[in-house]
């Protein structure tokens, strides 16, 4: 299905890293930025900072580097709070990070450090998110520590509004009301530009992943969330449906991996947290009917499930799973069955890398990225700079989505 393009040595990035990608210097190609997190944390409870960037091109040639590998890094099992994303308005990409107790914001083509700022809160960098409070096409910066706190930052980066509350691991950024100005959906609560709350949910624990998609096909967005079970809202807060048949809900990710239906949900059960872990994988339908549940007991986790649009010549989407524990990662139909077996275990991240219009795949370990393309892709062929988008710029382990 799948054949490789390309590959990346990362070796220079250190170990431990996450993948961001962007057009970080404006030359109509996706960059790789790889960011490696401080250790010596327990991030069940304490928020990660960065401690190196490191950009590369899709060709492998090394861009940049902030800060120096740490040689002794260890895994991370939570956010990082990095984006790639047009901050300031000049019309090119910069690197946003928490580094050195600083929010800091790099050009994207150099990685010069142009500015830095205060955190409002010495926790609050448990990840970055951007989100069009003004509906004037411009994003703001959103700060959270792990789970109760968040702060709304003004353009000049002083604080608009903070919110406590149930605020999960990644809030995302929606106009829930019509308004034409993006909403927060902190957790289980929905609230505006000055933290005030919309409306709320009653739900369990807290919010593992929030997705948003028209699922039933009536023209209007529903709000789908993970965590003590999977359920979901219209976007005033009634519920559609619940399905209570997970122990706990990590993924629920919105794609059309069906023929004859309309959205379906794809997500991914925690059914034992020890360690090794056991996950697995679940798709539900529009209405809450469960499709397809796995009966896994080869033990390790499942870390992701997600869908990828516009990957092959389908008209559906695909399932995207990283199954560990000696089981194959790979990508799946609507029906799992595997159409192309990762090669290795590693991460992945996904783009249009030249805006060919169709998306590549990137597995990647610590050593090096291979990238995988359904179709020959000239990666050498450039046209305008690439406008970041809002899943680039909300990158999250958690796969915060939206299909509008």
Not at 199 to 219: P, R
Not at 306 to 313: F, K, L, S
Not at 349 to 359: K, Q, R, T
Request: hydrophobic share 35%; aromatic share 8%; net charge negative.
């Amino acid at each position: 299905m799948l054949k490789e393009i390309s590959r990346i040595d990362l070796s220079a990035a250190g170990e431990n890293c996450r993948m961001w990608l962007g057009d970080i210097n404006g030359d109509g190609a996706l960059e790789v930025v790889m960011v490696q997190p401080d250790s010596g944390i327990d991030d069940r409870y304490v928020p990660h900072s960065v401690v190196a960037a490191t950009a590369f091109d899709v060709s492998g040639k090394l861009l940049w580097q902030i800060g120096r590998p740490d040689a002794n890094s260890s895994p991370s099992g939570s956010d990082i709070p990095a984006q790639i994303y047009d901050i300031n308005g000049d019309g090119k990409n910069e690197f946003i990070c928490v580094k050195n107790q600083k929010l800091c914001i790099f050009e994207g083509a150099s990685g010069k450090l142009l500015e830095e700022h205060a955190l409002p809160d010495e926790h609050a960098h448990d990840c970055i998110i951007i989100a069009d409070f003004d509906g004037n096409g411009h994003g703001s910066i959103v700060l959270k520590n792990r789970y109760d706190k968040l702060w709304i930052l003004n353009r000049d980066y002083s604080v608009r509004a903070m919110f406590h509350g149930n605020i999960g691991h990644f809030p995302w950024p929606f106009d829930v009301n019509g308004d034409g100005r993006e909403e927060l959906i902190a957790g289980y609560n929905v609230i505006d530009a000055s933290g005030n709350v919309l409306w709320s949910i009653d739900m369990n624990d807290h919010a593992d992943c929030i997705s948003i998609g028209d699922i039933n096909d009536d023209k209007k967005a529903e709000i789908i969330f993970g965590g003590a079970d999977t359920r979901a809202y219209d976007c005033t807060g009634n519920l559609l449906w619940a399905y209570d048949g997970t122990v706990e809900s990590q993924n629920a990710a919105i794609g059309r991996v069906r023929e004859g239906r309309t959205m379906q949900i794809c997500g991914l059960d925690r059914i034992n947290r020890g360690n090794p872990g056991l996950d697995g994988v679940f798709i539900l339908s529009e209405t809450g009917e469960c499709l397809y549940k796995e009966k896994r007991t080869v033990p390790g986790w499942s870390s992701i499930v997600g869908t990828i649009q516009n990957i092959d010549d389908s008209k559906l989407d695909r399932i995207l799973a990283y199954r560990r524990g000696g089981l194959c990662g790979g990508v799946y139909d609507g029906q799992m069955q595997l159409l192309f077996e990762f090669p290795f275990d590693g991460y992945v991240a996904w783009g249009d890398i030249v805006n060919s219009g169709l998306n590549q795949l990137i597995l990647y370990t610590n050593r090096e990225a291979r990238i995988f393309s359904y179709r020959d892709v000239d990666l050498t062929k450039r046209a305008a700079p690439i406008v970041q988008s809002k899943r680039l710029y909300n990158t999250t382990r958690y796969l915060g989505m939206e299909v509008v």
